[in-house]
């Protein structure tokens, strides 16, 4: 009697919903704020007109507005002086009506990004960027919410974060403290990144490439968390091609993944600011 091989099957890849885990997160901290006796409040300032910076503002003022937090911008032209800006943010910082500060990144190149951010105060500075800043990014720190979401167990597991900027990868190497976290440059001559991509448990992938990330780069049942976002044929799409769904348990979806849950901890730090 002949008998049929085994058929090795693997599991449908489960999306992690960046949106439905961010309204959870503003959910509840519109319940917190409506508690506090203080009000908070968030200025963004943006120089310049690009129509993507413009963009974040106004989905930054939607959320602030669904979660009660008070919302101000104030917009300079690009060929305002360095002096100006440096004017609006001492007015914020001494404005107790402010509980967070956000400068719209990334500013004209005539400026010296490092030296402005340094201006903002650290008690108000919301996107973990001043040199004694009192939170963490709310990048890395929604990346890290969507890892959590899977329930899977990270101790001992090995951690990848592929990306352009070895300051970006920093922070997870401190929060997740259980993991084994390599920094990973593609630009890097390395002959040893394709093997080091693929033997992550989890990879982080934010390189500015358009589905950069094949079937054949990844570890079988493993997590991708997508950070990139390119513009192609007008579409939005990740530096992670949806292709290695076949392969990998979890990934984060571009757009709906790593954005929203950007944002929503953006107003988390806002609230951890103004109870501070």
């Known amino acids: 009697m002949r008998h049929m091989p085994f058929a090795i099957c693997h599991m449908p890849v489960k999306l992690i919903d960046g949106k439905a885990l961010a309204e959870k997160i503003k959910l509840d901290l519109k319940k917190k704020i409506e508690k506090m006796e203080t009000k908070t409040g968030l200025a963004t300032i943006l120089v310049g007109t690009n129509p993507a910076s413009?963009?974040?503002?106004?989905?930054?003022?939607?959320?602030?507005?669904?979660?009660?937090?008070?919302?101000?911008?104030?917009?300079?032209?690009?060929?305002?002086?360095?002096?100006?800006?440096?004017?609006?943010?001492?007015?914020?910082?001494?404005?107790?009506?402010?509980?967070?500060?956000?400068?719209?990144?990334?500013?004209?190149?005539?400026?010296?990004?490092?030296?402005?951010?340094?201006?903002?105060?650290?008690?108000?500075?919301?996107?973990?960027?001043?040199?004694?800043?009192?939170?963490?990014?709310?990048?890395?720190?929604?990346?890290?919410?969507?890892?959590?979401?899977?329930?899977?167990?990270?101790?001992?597991?090995?951690?990848?974060?592929?990306?352009?900027?070895?300051?970006?990868?920093?922070?997870?190497?401190?929060?997740?403290?259980?993991?084994?976290?390599?920094?990973?440059?593609?630009?890097?001559?390395?002959?040893?990144?394709?093997?080091?991509?693929?033997?992550?448990?989890?990879?982080?992938?934010?390189?500015?490439?358009?589905k950069f990330i094949k079937p054949n780069m990844v570890k079988k049942d493993s997590i991708i968390i997508d950070v990139g976002i390119n513009k192609v044929d007008g579409k939005t799409i990740g530096d992670v091609d949806p292709s290695v769904d076949k392969i990998v348990a979890y990934r984060s979806p571009v757009p709906g993944g790593v954005g929203p849950m950007t944002i929503a901890m953006l107003l988390s730090n806002i609230y951890e600011l103004t109870k501070k």
């Open 54 to 210: 413009q963009l974040y503002i106004k989905l930054k003022a939607k959320a602030c507005t669904e979660v009660g937090i008070e919302f101000s911008s104030y917009f300079l032209d690009g060929s305002c002086t360095e002096e100006k800006i440096l004017e609006v943010i001492d007015f914020l910082n001494k404005d107790q009506q402010i509980t967070g500060i956000l400068l719209q990144l990334p500013l004209p190149k005539k400026f010296d990004t490092d030296k402005i951010i340094s201006k903002i105060s650290a008690a108000k500075d919301v996107d973990g960027f001043h040199p004694d800043t009192k939170v963490i990014s709310p990048n890395v720190l929604g990346i890290i919410e969507l890892i959590k979401s899977t329930g899977e167990n990270l101790k001992n597991k090995k951690v990848v974060v592929l990306s352009n900027s070895e300051k970006f990868a920093e922070p997870f190497k401190k929060l997740l403290k259980s993991s084994k976290v390599e920094y990973s440059n593609p630009q890097s001559p390395v002959s040893n990144l394709q093997s080091q991509i693929k033997s992550a448990d989890v990879l982080i992938v934010a390189v500015g490439k358009p």
